[in-house]
Structures are given as structure tokens and as C-alpha cells.
């Protein structure tokens, strides 16, 4: 069900649709243990296409974690879908933006390989080499204001403990989607949609969206100021288990096989401040569209992350969606549609609708999951209009 903001209906964007697919690769069965035989690719895959195709007004989609591009890709085309898809260093799945050829033509993309992007101008200030990437597009066309569209797509950092990473991955994604609309000289919206990997309590998140970062905030990136061993080959291997990727179900819930950091070797809080002050904030278009339906019908208890969290109200993420990703072994808010608007722009982008999330009773024994969806993480959606 699409929820509709009703002060916002004024011309539109189409809408965007953002899906981490769950990449056929990395599913194990004993990381989804009451999933059965949609499981297998033959009866999950369908579904999945189903999710992309049910709705004629998406005319942009985010993926991530795809693979079996050789099916997906013509899927796409035969509902008139252009796409762009990208991966990692030796990944077997990436990610993709897709988009209504019929509208829209593609300017320029760029893929950002975070492992390889300088900081702070002079040094990488890696602490985990992670393959991951991200993907920005540049659309003409669309009816967007200034005629046309600037949409990124990424998959950070899974593992829970490397808060740094992640913040520096998201940092420097914003700062590339940026760079790109100063480089095109186009005051282009901008929007980035994926699967995050952190939750709206983190300092990630708080950084971005131009929050003070917290007491708990600054502890969690201070102890995931390390170096591990992809980095540095010095440091010794001392555990093998839970760091591979798909070990989500069971990680090390410990940092291991990294050296603490150097000083001034990675970022510091100031650097990560003067980063998201200098291309932000971003606003997120599910924490400012269900906010706006707070204390109506339209919003029952155990829809936004509050309702689960010990959230104030006023905090910016509170309304994000109760849950984004819920399998067996874990459940939580990962994904997000966030709006990188230009201070010069005249046109205010406005959210108009949301696609409803699914509440916890649905997702009970977690995804994927027979009439519920194809991923371990739900579909979002949004409208966006301007004014």
C-alpha cells in the first residue's frame, strides 16, 4: 500500500524503488533457517521480479547485491528498464540503477571503489579493505527540476563492529555524488538509496544528517579506529571465523585480526564533521514522510524505528522504518532513500508518498519469506515531488 502525504501533490517525480536483492551467492541455508524452498533461485527470483515490476509509475530502481545478471538484465528491458550495474574488486554481485528509457537517458556515471578513495585529500585513512562500492548515475530527462537527476546507489560495510569504515564510506559517497553535480554544473537533485548496513542510532547516520555526534557516537568510532590485516599484512591473523562476507548470521562481534590505529592515521572526529559539513546534510525521505503522519491513522505503533528503539521523538530517524531487514538471526533498519538537495536550487523537493513497510507480525520467522518477499530485506519506495 502507497501512504500519501497529502500537503505534497504538486508536479512529481516517478517513483524510486530501492531493494538489496540478496545475491544468490552468499545464501546458505543455514543462515535462513524457516525460508524453505524459497531458497532456491528458481522459486525466489520470481518474486523478486515481481516486486520491480508491480508498480508502472517506478520509473528509477536502486540494487544491490545483485548477481544472476543474465536474467535480471532482460527483465529490465522487457519492461523498458535501461540499467547501469557495477561491482567490486573480484565480487561476484553488485550493485544496479535502472531507469525508464522511455524517459530518461543516462549523462555520465562514475563508480566509487572506497578502498581506493583518498579521505581527506591526502591519505586513503583505510582501516578495512572491503571491495565495496558505490554508483552514481546522471539522468537527463524525467520532468526532475532542471531537467534531469542525479541518483546513487551503494552496499557498505556489513560487519558490525567497523563503525569508521562504514562512516568513511558513507562520507565519501556524498562527497562524490556532489562533486559529480559541481563537475556537470547542474543543480540537479540528488538522491541516494541502498542498503547502508547501520541503523539510525549510529554515528554514520548522525553525521549525515547533520546531527551532533553523541557521547556513544564518538566511543563507537574511537573503538573501530584500527587497522586490520587487509590493510597492513603485518599485523597476524589470529582468527578466521565471522569477517568473510555472508558471515553476517554469526559475526565477530569483536574486532580482530587488526592493530589499533596510529594517530592522526585514520580520520578524526573533526575530520568526519568538516567531511559531512562540507557536502550536507542529507534529509531522508521515510524519516520526513512518516514523520509528517505522526499521531494519525496512517501511522499505527510498531511503523518507525521509535517504536522499537529508545528514540526521542524530535531525533532525526525516529520515523525511519521499524524495520528495513528482518531474517532469522537479525532484525533492523538498514536501508534508507536519502536527499542531497542543492542550497541553490529554487525548487524544494518534497516527499509525496511512501510505500507502507511491512510490521514485525508479517515478518515473523524472517525473509525471505512465501508472500511477503524474495530478500532478506524489504522494498522501499517513495514519490518525490517539487514546489
Known amino acids: 500500500m502507497f501512504v500519501y502525504v497529502p500537503r505534497f501533490r504538486c508536479s512529481h517525480l516517478p517513483e524510486l524503488f530501492p531493494l538489496k536483492v540478496l545475491a544468490q551467492t552468499l545464501v546458505r541455508r543455514e543462515h535462513f533457517p524457516n525460508s524453505g524452498n524459497i531458497l532456491r533461485e528458481k522459486q525466489r527470483f520470481p518474486m523478486i521480479l515481481e516486486e520491480l515490476k508491480n508498480d508502472s509509475a517506478v520509473k528509477l530502481i536502486c540494487l544491490q547485491e545483485v548477481d544472476r545478471m543474465e536474467k535480471l538484465a532482460p527483465a529490465l528491458k522487457d519492461v523498458g528498464f535501461e540499467y547501469i550495474y557495477a561491482s567490486g574488486v573480484n565480487k561476484k554481485h553488485g550493485c544496479v540503477i535502472a531507469f525508464q528509457q522511455a524517459e530518461y537517458r543516462p549523462e555520465t556515471h562514475k563508480i566509487i571503489y572506497y578502498d581506493d578513495e583518498l579521505a581527506d585529500g591526502s591519505k586513503h585513512a583505510l582501516s578495512f579493505k572491503t571491495r565495496n562500492i558505490g554508483l552514481i548515475v546522471a539522468l537527463r530527462g524525467g520532468g526532475a527540476p532542471g531537467g534531469g537527476i542525479i541518483l546513487a546507489t551503494t552496499h557498505l560495510f556489513w560487519h558490525p563492529c567497523y563503525y569508521y569504515e562504514r562512516t568513511r564510506q558513507a562520507l565519501i559517497l556524498l562527497r562524490e555524488v556532489r562533486k559529480l553535480q559541481q563537475e556537470l554544473s547542474v543543480d540537479w537533485p540528488c538522491i541516494i538509496a541502498g542498503d547502508f548496513n547501520f541503523d539510525p542510532a549510529d554515528p554514520a547516520y548522525a553525521l549525515l544528517r547533520g546531527v551532533p555526534l553523541t557521547t556513544a557516537h564518538k566511543q563507537a568510532l574511537d573503538t573501530s579506529r584500527v587497522v586490520h590485516h587487509s590493510v597492513d599484512s603485518t599485523v597476524p591473523i589470529t582468527y578466521t571465523k565471522g569477517e568473510q562476507e555472508g558471515d553476517e548470521v554469526n559475526p565477530s562481534r569483536q574486532i580482530?585480526?587488526?592493530?589499533?590505529?596510529?594517530?592522526?592515521?585514520?580520520?578524526?572526529?573533526?575530520?568526519?564533521?568538516?567531511?559531512?559539513?562540507?557536502?550536507?546534510?542529507?534529509?531522508?525521505?521515510?524519516?520526513?514522510?512518516?514523520?509528517?503522519?505522526?499521531?494519525?491513522?496512517?501511522?499505527?505503533?510498531?511503523?518507525?524505528?521509535?517504536?522499537?528503539?529508545?528514540?526521542?521523538?524530535?531525533?532525526?530517524?525516529?520515523?525511519?522504518?521499524?524495520?528495513?531487514?528482518?531474517?532469522?538471526?537479525?532484525?533492523?533498519?538498514?536501508?534508507?532513500?536519502?536527499?542531497?538537495?542543492?542550497?541553490?536550487?529554487?525548487?524544494?523537493?518534497?516527499?509525496?508518498?511512501?510505500?507502507?513497510?511491512?510490521?514485525?507480525?508479517?515478518?515473523?520467522?524472517g525473509l525471505p519469506k512465501e508472500a511477503v518477499g524474495g530478500s532478506d530485506h524489504v522494498s522501499l519506495c517513495c514519490e518525490l515531488s517539487w514546489s
Open 256 to 365: 580482530t585480526n587488526a592493530r589499533r590505529a596510529e594517530p592522526k592515521e585514520l580520520l578524526s572526529d573533526e575530520d568526519f564533521i568538516a567531511l559531512a559539513t562540507s557536502s550536507g546534510p542529507v534529509r531522508s525521505a521515510y524519516d520526513e514522510g512518516f514523520r509528517s503522519l505522526f499521531n494519525t491513522s496512517l501511522l499505527p505503533e510498531g511503523t518507525v524505528f521509535k517504536d522499537r528503539a529508545s528514540m526521542p521523538t524530535a531525533t532525526l530517524g525516529a520515523f525511519e522504518p521499524c524495520y528495513t531487514a528482518y531474517a532469522h538471526f537479525w532484525q533492523t533498519t538498514l536501508d534508507y532513500i536519502f536527499i542531497v538537495q542543492d542550497q541553490q536550487t529554487s525548487d524544494q523537493l518534497n516527499v509525496s508518498g511512501l510505500l507502507d513497510v511491512h510490521r514485525s507480525n508479517q515478518l515473523e520467522g
